[in-house]
């Protein structure tokens, strides 16, 4: 009998269900089967099943911020360059998982994705996970497009996450904070060090981790480190709210809402340098010109712009601070968190940079205990996150900032409602 077996049948479906299957179903009654503490059966599975991406160039990306932005501006870099890229990505603002997988940008088609995880099923290892089916599924859809990279974001952690599977070219490690630390073993270094062996099948590894953390990395991983040297700076924000980006004494007008990617770019900058494809400037330009992540400081323009941030930890609100406090409007946030976040600080940290604070209800399943007390904290507390943000437009004045943040799962359930 496998395990999750309950799930499988979704997936082979792939109907509406297959959304909590593979993807949600790590979020809410399935959360702590995300991280498991072998890979074991997913390595035999790929085995069995021809280890696909043996046949293309790989560079993966790992951390706990910013590895989303991470993963799209390495993969849309060498897309502008002209090479055939496959993405994979995490289920996060959007709920259909065929968005998780893309070839040139453009998403696998259902019928294909139902067909492969078929395939990859019918051979699978008994204790694989779903999430390890739906990877090694993406990788061969990869193959079989003749991709040159695969860029690809891991999930909860690194070293037993499925993506792991491949031997990268290069491994990029973001920003190492708190998040999942329960899962991890409960404290910082574990997550470091996770992270650590994620990449030890990895040519090189590259981080914009903190000093302390690029440390334990280097000694967990027994190899040669290079930390993101500075090479491109954000300039003041512009009156849509986007940066001027300088790299290498040369401007370009970026589409880039949030101060916190420059961090992530000068990773990307730094994977580009180290892996064997070759990216010009202009490619890059093109990419900072074009760059878009849906819920990820992404403006919904309107009589109050609506600003989607997914800043989900107390690290990305930090992050969003520092971003809002160069902005002169005035701003209403929309705020809610789960339950196993730090939540009270997240609201400190917010309030400090906001003129107006609505919470709302979680979106988590069962991390949502906490409701109650959320509701004890904010004078405004309004249950449905939709209507939260409808209340928000009724308080904001012209030309105000609403801000919507907190939680990637509260993003995904009211985002198709609010982009007009």
């Known amino acids: 009998m496998k395990s999750n077996i309950e799930l499988l049948p979704d997936l082979i479906l792939m109907d509406g269900p297959l959304n909590n299957a593979v993807g949600e179903w790590i979020d809410k009654e399935y959360r702590d089967a995300i991280y498991v503490n072998t890979l074991d059966p997913e390595i035999e599975t790929d085995e069995r099943f021809g280890q696909p991406h043996e046949s293309y160039k790989c560079i993966r990306v790992a951390g706990t911020n910013g590895k989303g932005s991470t993963t799209r501006m390495i993969a849309w870099s060498l897309q502008e360059e002209g090479y055939d890229v496959g993405l994979m990505s995490n289920v996060s603002t959007t709920k259909t998982l065929t968005d998780t997988i893309k070839y040139n940008d453009r998403k696998i088609p259902k019928a294909e994705l139902k067909n492969l995880c078929r395939e990859v099923n019918s051979v699978s290892h008994e204790d694989i996970e779903p999430y390890g089916i739906r990877t090694i599924a993406g990788l061969e859809w990869f193959r ?48 470091v060090e996770d992270f650590a062996l994620g990449g030890s099948k990895a040519d090189k590894i590259v981080t914009n981790a903190e000093e302390r953390n690029v440390n334990r990395i280097k000694e967990a991983s027994e190899k040669n480190v290079s930390v993101a040297p500075r090479r491109a700076t954000f300039q003041g924000m512009n009156k849509d709210l986007t940066y001027n980006c300088l790299i290498q004494d040369s401007m370009v007008k970026t589409s880039i809402r949030s101060s916190y990617q420059e961090e992530n770019l000068n990773t990307s900058l730094e994977a580009l340098e180290r892996c064997s494809l070759e990216v010009s400037r202009k490619s890059i330009d093109k990419m900072l010109s074009n760059f878009r992540f849906e819920g990820r400081a992404e403006l919904i323009e309107g009589d109050s712009d609506i600003l989607l941030d997914g800043a989900h930890n107390l690290d990305g609100i930090s992050a969003l601070k520092k971003t809002l406090s160069e902005t002169d409007r005035d701003v209403t946030a929309v705020f809610t968190a789960l339950e196993d976040k730090p939540w009270r600080s997240m609201i400190e940290e917010l309030s400090s940079e906001c003129d107006e604070l609505i919470l709302t209800e979680p979106q988590g399943g069962k991390r949502d205990s906490h409701k109650h007390r959320l509701k004890e904290r904010s004078e405004r507390y309004v249950s449905d996150p939709l209507k939260a943000v409808r209340t928000a437009e009724e308080y904001a004045e012209d030309d105000s900032l609403i801000v919507v943040t907190g939680s990637l799962y509260m993003i995904r359930e009211i985002r198709g409602k609010l982009v007009r």
């Open 144 to 191: 079989r497009k003749g991709i040159d990279v695969a860029v690809l974001e891991s999930g909860v952690g690194s070293r037993y996450d499925a993506t792991n599977i491949v031997s990268p070219e290069v491994y990029s490690i973001t920003n190492i904070g708190r998040d999942h630390i329960e899962s991890f073993g409960g404290d910082q270094e574990s997550i």
